[in-house]
């Protein structure tokens, strides 16, 4: 068997992850032509063939499908490996990738993580915001955020923010002649701002608690976005009831452009926590994050 460099290996990883030449190439930082030269010297090496193209795209054929779950775990581990080594250096650096949703990245992350960055120059933060339950080694991320009870069980899970209230309120101007709803199941004779999740593609439906019994209802409306802050500007400018974490209303409600309702329902989730791949040494620029980033109260 004739021996393969590695960075071969990881263009083929990136083509079949991608199923793009065009993607992988940009990722890689090399022009397309090149990657798919290098594709087929590696199919010829090999003596398969790994790849199927068309002219709209790229999947891997069965053998390559073996090759790329067998490979990839092991290339993961060799990149993890040689970033620890950065350890020996004086101030981390590297890039630390993070998926988030737009409120997560707005009152836990960014905050915390700006003045990091102004002390250590060589340390970049790139912020994903998706609201989906992203698989953060598949899209090869560093870290997530998620609530605390939505982090899965082989992840290591780090509390980065106070638990979240969930609160409803309207506009004065839409409320005008309307009656205020009493039970949470009012609100679907109402007009509400939806959230979209780009997961399953569905409408969230809204979670309340109250005295140990929850309930989730399914509401209607004109409007629907798949960002908390958008939500928020549509319920201010009177397009209904909106469900938002209650520190980003709270401001709206003091000063009298919001009115908030069923107060007794608003449920209060874990907090945000941080979590990644469970190993046993991280790489120190993600060290750094973690610590930035975790909770230890008020």
């Keep these: 068997m004739p021996k393969i460099p590695l960075n071969d290996l990881q263009a083929f990883v ?13 990722q890689l930082g090399m022009s397309r032509s090149a990657l798919s030269h290098a594709m087929r010297a590696l199919e010829e090496r090999l003596g398969v ?10 999947s891997a054929t069965e053998a390559g499908a073996r090759l790329l779950a067998g490979v990839a775990p092991r290339l993961q581990e060799i990149e993890l490996e040689l970033g ?11 890039t630390v990738r993070i998926t988030a949703h737009d409120h997560a990245i707005v009152t836990a992350l960014w905050p915390r993580l700006l003045p990091l960055m102004h002390e250590y120059p060589e340390v970049r933060i790139e912020l994903s915001v998706d609201y989906a339950m992203t698989d953060i080694a598949a899209q090869r991320f560093d870290a997530g955020v998620r609530t605390g009870n939505r982090v899965a069980q082989d992840m ?49 439906a809204w979670d309340f608690e109250r005295k140990g019994q929850a309930l989730a209802v399914r509401v209607q409306g004109q409007a629907t976005f798949n960002n908390t802050f958008l939500m928020l500007q549509a319920a201010v400018e009177g397009m209904g009831f909106a469900y938002v974490p209650f520190d980003t209303m709270e ?5 009298g452009r919001l009115v908030p309702v069923l107060e007794d329902w608003w449920p209060t989730f874990p907090g ?5 791949a469970s190993r046993r040494q991280i790489a120190p620029a993600l060290a750094l994050v973690v610590e930035a980033l975790r909770w230890r109260g008020p």
């Design 84 to 94: 620890s080594l950065s350890a020996l250096r004086d101030r981390p650096a590297g």
């Design 272 to 276: 945000y926590h941080l979590y990644y």
């Design 49 to 58: 063939r790994l790849l199927t193209r068309t002219t709209r795209s790229v």
């Design 14 to 26: 990136t083509v079949a992850r991608e199923r793009s030449f065009t993607r992988a190439a940009a």
């Design 251 to 255: 401001q709206h409600i003091a000063a």
């Design 156 to 204: 290591v899970a780090v509390p980065i923010a106070p638990p979240l209230r969930m609160a409803v309120a309207a506009s004065p101007e839409y409320l005008a002649g309307k009656a205020l709803p009493k039970t949470p199941h009012d609100l679907m004779q109402h007009r509400c701002v939806n959230l979209r999740l780009p997961t399953h593609g569905g409408l969230y």
